[in-house]
């Protein structure tokens, strides 16, 4: 279990409509709290994820202007791209360049400012990650593709839609005790289902909302990371796969084979087994696309995942605790951003700094990321950095 | 002098104005001739390099798409941004990932179709690689930005455009020899100062043109590289460096800083000198660009690279040929390509096999690829495979 890198800072801005502040505002706040925590370290490289800042803010190039804006002068910045899963894809070329193992410090920063334009705009762009050939001139949504897997997964399994959004349900709960939530309150099962319909059957309460929001992260190699901070977190594996984008052209349409690829390769390289992790931050556009997460990644069979979420197993304290903080839809869902918010909850929980949502002991947690439909799976399993070495 | 990365294999297409074919389709083809040319290796990773498929195709998401176009499965897939310097930014994650030194190949491929919108989306686009705030709603282009350089430097040293746009006929020359290249012909002096005025003192032929075109490299960790392939290139080192984006804040209107500084670190880590090197592939979005990336390099003091051009020492067969296989007015620009493009073209001519344009004995090639006006920078130093071991 040696680490790959070690997180030696964190930070995030609450998730929210910030119409008072630009996307480099956000990323600025994001990234300074992540180094001031860090002790300031000097920063060789930065890694930007964002997923739309041309479409969204009239603005590209993202990585040298928050370079510029952070007086990292010369500085080597990336910018790394893959819709909503950009941010887990930077932190993951940010690995690759922590793990080659010099003195300087490493910074990620995942970013997206989606308020600036209006909700069908937001929709139309997203649909850019899908296949334009087959999709997106169909006019369908995201959330549109998602119902159309709601409605398969409940007709095949004969689940029922009231439980399938307890994934929802269970984000809101955890989302309450987060101070950086976008929406932190609980929902009931019944407010779910009164809420409008966006694509039948999925309701908006079941939906990823739109917003703003930015997350960083200073990585360190592991060798000197203990010394560097306090609290080291160790990143054991990062790994990405990939499916066809297309949905019509998958074998396995409820399977997510690119996110059980990605996971299968993370807890190889990490030696751990699915059964040790402590907890797991799913990436639930839809609450779909979390209960088919809990099944690819083997914490239960196909048509399963519902079962785990009725009987509870994904709430803090129980088996497999999901979402801690809150996932895509309590905790929010700024596209490039969320997977750097997820390993930013992780380190939390890690360090023992969750507060009401502390899972007991957590030693091990596993991330995961996708892009759309998981056309782009990346998954990262975290330690504490005593568990690693 | 340890390589960092050895390419195995390169291809491309002919960049123009592919009307009828895709995106996809010219990049599958630059992959599949590099990785025939590496004869078909197991690929663990593809990076793309693209600077606006989202704007200029409605397709984002290209390094899922090509992965699946390209069948290969699962594969990890991550696509890199920088305006038009994306290209090369995705060869230095490669590097990196290449680096690491497992067994399996990193293909690289750099793509733009720009001829899906009309020119003046072009333009638009382009300028959302500088700062919006700044720049953008200020109504200037980026040829209107090199054009202010342009008569800045004129003012200064005293300079005559004449002497200037020697780049761009120099690039022709050489253009005229690649069959790859969107402009295969031969210009005059006279022909740049009698084509249409773009933005005061830059002419039509003096500029980059619109084109179309992917290329594309596979990599492979040192370790292994002479038993891959006949004619492996060594990469010895592969830098980027960041500048301010706003024109109007740089303390140095000319001198092209974050090119500097990420040739002088790559030099450093290639352990050679500048005088040592056999021949450059720069970034000439304009002339002007190229001229300061001259001084910028150290190859020329300030205001003397127009000397250079002006004594024929960037010719094929004098002292630091340029360009040699037609650069960005020659060639062609294709954003997100071209810095594959120079990568692959560099791999020509270390191999011995850059025909007509063969710059003799080259042992040693330096390529520099910039974002607009220089906000990044990327360079690689490239070496035959006997001179790097």
Redesign the interface.
Known sequence: MRALAAILGVGCTKVGEHWERSLLDLAVEACLKALEEAGNPRVRALYVGN??S??L?????L???L??ALA?E??????????DASGS?AL??AC??A??GRDEAVLVCGVEKMTDVMAPEVAR?QM?????RST?HSGITVPGLCALLTSLYMDLYGADYEDIVLMAVNDHKNATNNPYAQYPFPITVEAVLNSPLVADPVRLFDTAGIGDGAAALVLGAPEGAKEASDAPVAVLAS????????LC?REELLGL??LG?AARRALDRAGVGIEELDFFELHNTTSILGVLSLEALGLAEPGGGVELLREGEVAIGARCPVNTMGGLKGRGHPWGATGVYQAVEAAWQLRGEAGKNQVEGAELGLISNM??LG??SCVHVLARWEVAR
């Open positions: 997923a739309a041309e479409l803010n009239e603005q590209g190039n990585s040298a202007l370079a510029d990292l010369g500085v080597k910045a990336v910018e790394v791209r893959a819709g894809l993951h070329q690759l360049d793990s080659l762009v850019l990650f899908e296949d334009a997106f790994e990405v796969a990939t499916d066809k984008v297309n052209e084979r690119s690829l892009c759309g056309s782009v």
